[in-house]
């Protein structure tokens, strides 16, 4: 891949370009620094529904013609909410590009929310909603970030609440979008082989007009959460199983490190060492020796200005204390020691894991517009890889660490899980790592 193009219209609109001259395909996208995070208890899940609604007509375009136009070109159109970023983007023909950014721009810029479509659309998410609450799964990821972040709006689920989502209205909507969708929020960025000067005329010249926040003044950068490291659990009575997630907190040693991306390589090198594969610690262990699951994971996830090592599994309510007893010896053994075989094999996973990703046209594009949101500019890859081969145990060894003198967040749903059960099952999961 070619070095990153930035650049910033006059308006605080960024353009970013990432040339990938070897592939026939491009991937065009308008991400927003907007979501969930930005919501409160009474709005939350708006952030979601506009991003359904966008799709469902502009001044120019009815629902039905947004959708053939994209699939006349045989181009995948779609958009997703997280925590601090709302994203809409098209992949196809490098050759379509230009007209990929017009049919974004219209869905971004021109959206009108018809109020019958709203009627509908609103029946749709009020439906996925309830289908993620009857999840045991998804319940104990939205059960997660409660147990990390508690009452803050980041521990509210994207998706909304029922309550929420029923009674939205357009006007709703038209004030999110004044308020967020603006320029100094957003990103329109490009990703694979496509004439780069074209797109960064175009680009200036249909986002110039996109308006400023209303007082103008220059959007801070976003401050972390407080984290909580509480436990929760809900019981399911139609599973057999108990789905699991425990999270540590993640976060430089001082506020400089913020914009600088080695620590996060460094806690992703963790978090593979620990845990990323079936000869990592963590699977070997739980699965292979003892039997106490057949899935089991460790990664990171992270936002702008907020980063947490998770690990998961799905095992049967016998079998859980035990779990959970051997995930925490196993911590407490990474803080003390990393084996170097096994820092070389999660170097060598986490750096094929880039180049893969740096193959794919999307995936490219979304961990740029990830960096820029949270650092400013994107790495370059050849930079990246020479970062995680220069990491070294005692910085992977700090990661665990740091993360220990934290209590874990649990969370826990399934047959038997309660709220009671899953903070007996933290305080000994806390004895296993001291």
């Known amino acids: ?9 006059p308006n605080g609109v960024r353009l970013l370009a990432l040339p990938l001259p070897h592939v026939q395909s491009a991937s065009v996208g308008v ?5 969930s995070r930005d919501e409160t208890p009474d709005t939350n899940g708006i952030s979601h529904v506009l991003e359904h609604m966008a799709f469902k007509g502009t001044s120019q375009r009815s629902v039905q013609e947004i959708n053939l136009d994209a699939e006349r070109l045989g181009a995948d159109v779609n958009a997703f909410t997280s925590k601090d970023t709302t994203g809409y983007f098209m992949t196809g023909l490098g050759r379509h590009a230009d007209r990929f950014l017009r049919m974004i721009a219209d869905i971004v810029l021109d959206s009108t929310f018809p ?7 609103l029946e749709v998410i009020r439906q996925e909603a309830i289908e993620y609450d009857e999840d045991p799964q998804e319940s104990s990821s939205e059960l997660l970030d409660r147990a990390i972040w508690g009452a803050h709006p980041m521990g509210m689920p ?4 029922v309550k929420n989502i029923e009674r939205f209205t357009r006007e709703d909507l038209v004030a999110h979008v004044a308020s967020h969708y603006v320029a100094e929020k957003t990103v329109v ?6 004439e780069v000067d074209a797109f960064l005329a175009l680009a200036g010249e249909l986002f110039a007009g996109m308006p400023r926040s209303a007082d103008g003044v220059p959007v801070a950068p976003a401050l972390p959460a407080g984290y909580v490291g509480s436990a929760m659990g809900r019981r399911f009575t139609q599973v057999s199983q108990v789905f ?4 540590y907190p993640l976060a430089p040693a001082t506020p400089e490190e913020l914009r600088q991306p080695r620590w996060r390589l460094t806690a992703s090198l963790a978090a593979t060492l620990f845990g990323g594969g079936m000869s990592a610690p963590l699977v070997d262990t739980v699965r292979e020796r003892m039997g106490l699951a057949y899935n089991t994971h460790a990664s990171t996830e992270s936002g702008d200005a907020w980063s947490n090592f998770v690990v998961n599994a799905v095992t049967t309510p016998d079998k859980l204390e035990q779990l959970l007893a051997a995930t925490g010896g196993l911590l407490r053994q990474h803080a003390q020691e990393t084996d170097l075989v096994h820092l070389e094999r999660a170097k060598n996973q986490l750096t094929v894991s880039r180049v893969r990703s740096s193959e794919r046209t999307y995936a490219t594009m979304e961990r740029a517009v990830e960096e820029l949101f949270a650092r400013g500019t994107a790495t370059p890859l050849q930079e990246t890889i020479a970062m995680i081969e220069d990491i070294t145990a005692d910085e992977v060894r700090t990661v665990f660490q740091r993360m220990l003198q934290h209590p874990a967040a649990l969370a826990i ?5 309660t709220a009671r059960s899953a903070k007996q099952l933290a305080a000994s999961f806390a004895a296993a790592t001291r």
């Not at 994207?158 to 609440?161: D, Q």
């Open 413 to 417: 749903t399934g047959k038997g899980a």
């Open 158 to 161: 994207v998706i909304g609440t």
């Open 244 to 247: 699991v997630n425990l999270a």
């Open 189 to 194: 960025a490009a990703a694979g082989n496509f």
């Open 115 to 121: 109020p019958t479509e709203l009627a509908r659309e």
């Open 31 to 35: 991400f927003l620094r907007v979501g």
């Open 1 to 9: 891949m070619n070095a990153p193009i930035v650049h910033t219209l």
